[in-house]
C-alpha cells in the first residue's frame, strides 16, 4: 500500500518470502544431501560388486592355469602308455607268425578306418 509517495511494506508479506525463500532452500539442501548420499552409497556398492568381480577373475585364472597343467600332466601320461604299448606290439609284430596273425585278424583294417586311413585292398 502507498500512503503519500511512500510504500510500506507489509512485514507479512516480507515474513512470508524470507519463510518461504528460507524453506526452498532447506528442502533443496537437503535433498541435495540425500541425493548426495544415495550417490555415495551406489559408488560405494559399485566398488564393492567390481573388487569382488576381480577377486572372481584372479581365482578363475588360477583356476584355469590349475586345470591346464592337470590336463598336460594326463596327456603325458597317456602318450607314454600309448608309446609303451606302440614298442611293445611292434616288437611283437616283427616275428612272422604273429604279423600273419595280425594281418588276418582284420585289426588293422579296423583301426584303418576308424582314423579315416586308406583301408588295403585285399
Do not use: F
Not at 16 to 22: E, H, P, R
Not at 62 to 71: M, R
Not at 75 to 99: F, G
Amino acid at each position: 500500500m502507498s500512503t503519500g509517495g511512500r510504500v510500506t511494506i507489509q512485514l507479512p508479506a516480507i515474513t512470508a518470502a524470507i519463510g518461504l525463500s528460507a524453506g526452498l532452500l532447506i528442502g533443496w539442501l537437503h535433498g541435495d544431501w540425500r541425493v548426495r548420499g544415495i550417490e555415495r552409497d551406489a559408488a560405494e556398492r559399485i566398488a564393492e560388486v567390481v573388487q569382488q568381480r576381480e577377486e572372481l577373475r584372479g581365482s578363475l585364472v588360477a583356476t584355469d592355469i590349475q586345470l591346464a597343467n592337470a590336463q598336460a600332466q594326463a596327456a603325458d601320461v597317456r602318450e607314454v602308455e600309448v608309446i609303451k604299448w606302440k614298442v611293445k606290439y611292434r616288437d611283437r609284430i616283427q616275428t612272422v607268425t604273429v604279423r600273419d596273425c595280425v594281418n588276418d585278424s582284420g585289426i588293422l583294417q579296423l583301426y584303418n578306418a576308424a582314423h579315416g586311413l586308406p583301408v588295403a585292398a585285399e
